[in-house]
């Protein structure tokens, strides 16, 4: 034990301290083997504990403080209870999947249990005082997925100490940048890219952050001999550790169950980061993992007799008793009789979580089967009596509402053709629990409070007579640094961003004038620099992530997919990230510089934005617009378009271009074409030239492709035209099928069309390098032309004779 601690308190309040340690470390135990025997009876579906673990977390708890930051995984039950976030009633909420946010606040049951989140956000989505509350971000199953956002995390610190003015203007987001942020690993997650892509980050930023690995050994059944060169983590990682000068991180090893050390590695690494932002690793090795890994099977089958008996030899409970007992610290009855109270309260507590999960469902149980009973009195219908037997005896063991509404479903469908009373009743009932379970498990992927990115009134751009044509990249430039001027909290940094102003210039000059804090530079590392910005994010900075290439997003998309996109939805409104994701793309030239995946896009990234301008005015349009939301957003710039000439607006920095607004470009009558981005261009050459060719053509750019043509305007062109085309240059069934679905189903186009809805996309593989490489694989102004004329030679061969 630390001289620190022993001096600070009495006997009596150190013995306390001890015994509340060993009485939570208990119940996280105890809740862990009762959770255990849940799931074995079929009240929970899946359970992940915290056994082995929890003294190592207990210590690393006693120097977390209010306003620092948690970036962990599954295995932090004791942690999370130390911070008095978690009790073994949530345990058991989460474990049986109850839906209702005060009893299983980190997610309302979207996640599986012991995936902790401390909520950040109020209700209508303003930020609470983070300061005042101990943070935990939100956790996901995917291992080392909270790396990426660590950097950000412990990066905000050192961007609020560096700019006092600004610290001082943000009381709920710092506390003069001396917040640490804790991340915690299991050892084989340790073997994934984005741990030493973090690792890496964190320590040429020099940021406060402090990482545990919690090494048993082993993930899943497999040893470390196959995780980690030379099976030691610590040892891989001794090329990290700090020089004289204090570059790189602490780095200590200590045992799990060695009560006195952990507090001193712990107390030590927190006066490092706390006081001068430096970082540390602590491999917390001989952890046990006394019951396996989760539910799904057991560690008999993969560990040896002898690594068994270690696991009961060395059970960091068992030897923290040990060392309480050898102390002197309490008797063997003393720690007795907490067992004892331990058991009765864990006991309780899960009693108490299963009757409250149980109580609404058995109350609508009871209005079913009223129904029912109506229903069968007057309509023969044998089954509705065994129904109702196996719903009541469901009830004594577990009820979740699929059981009633399977049945009461099937049954609307088989009293359809009955004229009585209760057909309505038991409709009624249906909408309503279907009405009240899209609350519970459909909502929130989207921000719909006031700080949406979709309530951001528009602000055209204007222009006067003396307006001047410009290289695109200087709209870009200017805005950018009005918008720098004008808000404190922006920040961007990519790969090139800082010292050149980026490789297309577009932010020539901002670093020189901002400052390196605000404008930086990164290393190559795509999956951290997303991560960097989800961090920075949620502790109150207005961060831009680049992207230096779309092509190179893939890098970066596992945290925009798990993390950015689910994270609004995952908490249930708790957390979300207003970061700001720049790139460019579509064509230009070559294999990995020419990509325009928007159905890959799309579908990984719900939950975020996703805007495609077709130039710069509207580049900048966008980010003006999204700086002033909490909204998650990529806006892909086309990289074929910086130095093409646009007019520059008399109001930069200041217009706004709405989301989800599409923009008819050119007015016409046969048909409508619909498209964004780099193909803009192209369809408004093809529609000249088609024009001359007797046919007319609407062109709409869609703008967004999320949210997407909210107010329905596209389908009013095609009431118009009765046709439609949708041209992209991603693969064929990527973007344009995406659009499609859009206009034909959501906006009933189907109605109003003539001839068959088509697409027009780029070629199924990669675009080759070279001007013939581009001509020959995407789409061209003559293959627009083409496809169009072609779907007019169908409507009148006569007047547009085929043309091959
Ligand atoms: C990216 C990813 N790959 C695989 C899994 C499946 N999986 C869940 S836990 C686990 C083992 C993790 O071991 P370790 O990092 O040592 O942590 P522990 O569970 O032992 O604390 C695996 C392979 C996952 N959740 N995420």
């Known amino acids: ?289 006394p019951t396996g890994h989760s539910t799904s099977g057991s560690h008999e089958r993969y560990k040896s007799k002898e690594r068994l008996q270690f696991e009961i030899d060395f059970d960091c409970i068992k030897k923290f008793t040990e060392w309480i007992n050898e102390c002197g610290i309490a008797t063997a009855d003393e720690l007795a009789s907490i067992d004892k109270e331990v058991v009765a309260f864990v006991k309780a507590q899960k009693k108490e979580a299963w009757t409250e999960f149980q109580a609404p469902i058995k109350e609508e149980l009871k209005e079913v089967i009223a129904i029912f009973n109506s229903i069968a009195a007057q309509v023969n ?87 001047e044509e410009v290289d695109a990249r200087i709209i870009l430039r200017d805005n950018f640094h009005h918008m720098f001027d004008a808000i404190p909290e922006a920040m961007i940094f990519g790969e090139d961003v800082g010292k050149i102003g980026g490789v297309n210039q577009g932010v020539e000059g901002l670093q020189e004038k901002f400052g390196e804090s605000r404008v930086s530079d990164t290393g190559i590392r795509e999956a951290t620099i997303i991560g960097q910005g989800i961090g920075l994010s949620l502790r109150g900075l207005k961060p831009i992530a680049e992207m230096q290439y779309l092509d190179y997003v893939i890098y970066g998309f596992q945290p925009m997919v798990d993390d950015i996109a689910s994270l609004h939805y995952r908490t249930h409104g708790g957390q979300i990230t207003p970061l700001i994701i720049r790139t460019r793309g579509h064509r230009l030239e070559g294999i990995w510089h020419s990509g325009s995946p928007m159905g890959m896009l799309l579908n990984g990234t719900k939950g975020m934005y996703l805007c495609v301008p077709r130039d710069m005015t509207r580049a900048a349009g966008f980010y003006n617009t999204l700086m002033q939301s909490n909204d998650p957003a990529m806006v892909i710039e086309c990289l074929n378009g910086y130095r093409v000439k646009e007019k520059l607006p008399n109001n930069i920095g200041e217009f706004r271009v709405p989301l989800g607004k599409v923009e008819t470009t050119r007015e016409g009558s046969d048909i409508t074409l619909v498209t964004y981005g780099s193909t803009w261009r192209i369809v408004m050459d093809a529609a000249e030239k088609l024009e001359r060719a007797g046919i007319s053509c609407e062109v709409i750019d869609t703008q967004t492709l999320e949210p997407f043509d909210l107010s329905h305007d596209i389908v009013e062109s095609v009431k118009k035209t009765n046709r439609l085309l949708v041209i992209d240059e991603d693969v064929p069934g990527g973007g344009t099928a995406y659009i499609l679905q859009k206009i034909v189903e959501e906006q009933d186009a189907y109605n109003y069309l003539d001839s068959e809805p088509q697409t027009l996309a780029a070629k199924s593989h990669r675009p080759p390098y070279g001007a013939d490489g581009d001509y020959f694989t995407k789409p061209s102004s003559e293959d627009v032309f083409e496809k169009v004329y072609e779907m007019m030679n169908e409507v009148s061969p006569t007047k547009y004779p085929s043309l091959y």
């Not at 990426?148 to 700019?163: F, I, K, T």
């Not at 942020?181 to 020099?206: D, K, M, P, R």
């Not at 409709?427 to 519970?440: G, H, L, S, W």
Request: glycine share 8%; proline share 3%.
């Open 1 to 289: 034990m630390s001289n620190k601690g022993k001096s600070k308190i009495s006997k009596s309040d150190f013995k306390q301290m001890i015994l509340d340690d060993y009485r939570l470390v208990s119940e996280v135990r105890e809740s862990g083997a009762l959770g255990r025997r849940d799931v074995l009876s079929g009240k929970g579906t899946f359970g992940i504990f915290g056994d082995g673990k929890e003294l190592a977390q207990i210590a690393l708890a006693k120097v977390f403080r209010k306003g620092d930051f948690r970036a962990g995984y599954y295995r932090d039950q004791a942690l999370m209870s130390a911070l008095g976030q978690y009790s073994p009633k949530h345990m058991f909420s989460a474990l049986y999947g109850d839906p209702d946010l005060s009893r299983e606040p980190s997610s309302g049951s979207r996640q599986m249990m012991n995936h902790f989140g401390t909520r950040f956000l109020n209700d209508d989505g303003s930020w609470r005082n983070l300061m005042e509350q101990n943070n935990s971000t939100s956790d996901m199953a995917c291992l080392a997925s909270q790396f990426p956002r660590l950097v950000g995390l412990a990066q905000a610190s050192q961007v609020y100490r560096d700019n006092p003015e600004l610290a001082k203007n943000k009381p709920g987001f710092t506390n003069g940048g001396n917040e640490i942020a804790f991340a915690t690993i299991g050892n084989s997650s340790c073997a994934e890219g984005h741990f030493w892509e973090a690792v890496n980050a964190i320590g040429v930023l020099q940021v406060p952050a402090i990482i545990s690995i919690w090494d048993d050994g082993y993930g899943i059944s497999v040893p470390n001999e196959v995780q980690m060169t030379k099976s030691d983590v610590s040892a891989v990682l001794s090329g990290f550790q700090n020089d004289e000068k204090g570059k790189g991180y602490e780095i200590v090893k200590v045992k799990g169950w060695d009560y006195p050390s952990l507090i001193a590695a712990y107390e030590k690494a927190e006066k490092l980061a706390r006081e001068k932002h430096i970082p540390s690793i602590i491999h917390v090795v001989e952890m046990t993992q």
């Open 381 to 467: 219908i044998p089954e509705i009596a065994d129904w109702i037997k196996d719903l009541n005896q469901s009830a004594m063991f577990g009820l979740f509402r699929r059981h009633f509404m399977s049945k009461a479903r099937m049954l609307l469908g088989m009293i359809a053709n009955e004229n009585i009373s209760e057909k309505a009743t038991l409709r009624n009932f249906i909408n309503r629990i279907n009405a009240e379970n899209y609350q519970r498990y459909n909502t929130k992927l989207y921000n719909t409070t006031s700080t949406s990115a979709l309530n951001v009134e528009e602000v055209k751009p204007t222009y006067d007579e003396n307006s």
